[in-house]
C-alpha cells in the first residue's frame, strides 16, 4: 500500500474506533469499484473488525453492488440501501 494512503487509514481508524458506532461509507456516488478499491475495503474491514468495529456500505449503486458481491465483500460488510437500517449509526 503507498505510504501516504496508509498513513490516512491509520489516522481515520484511530478516530474512529474511538466511538461505539459503525463507520458507514455512503457509496451512493461511487459509479464502479476496480479490484486495488476491492482489496482497500477488505483490508479496512479487517483493520475495523480488530477494534470490534463494522464496516457499513450505504447505497452502492447496482455495478458496485455486484462488484461488492463477486468480490466477497457482501459476506464481511455490512451494505444497506436505506439509512435508517444502519445498525446502531447516528447519521
Not at 459509479?31 to 477494534?51: E, Q, V
Request: charged share 20%.
Amino acid at each position: 500500500m503507498w505510504p501516504a494512503c496508509e498513513r490516512l487509514i491509520n489516522d481515520s481508524f484511530a478516530y474512529t474506533t474511538a466511538t461505539a458506532r459503525p463507520v458507514v461509507v455512503d457509496f451512493s456516488d461511487v459509479p464502479f469499484l476496480a479490484s486495488f478499491a476491492l482489496r482497500m475495503i477488505f483490508d479496512a474491514i479487517t483493520a475495523l473488525d480488530r477494534h470490534g468495529k463494522n464496516l457499513v456500505i450505504l447505497n452502492p449503486q447496482p455495478l458496485v453492488g455486484k462488484t461488492l458481491e463477486i468480490g466477497g465483500l457482501d459476506a464481511v460488510a455490512v451494505i444497506v440501501h436505506d439509512p435508517s437500517r444502519v445498525p446502531g449509526a447516528v447519521l
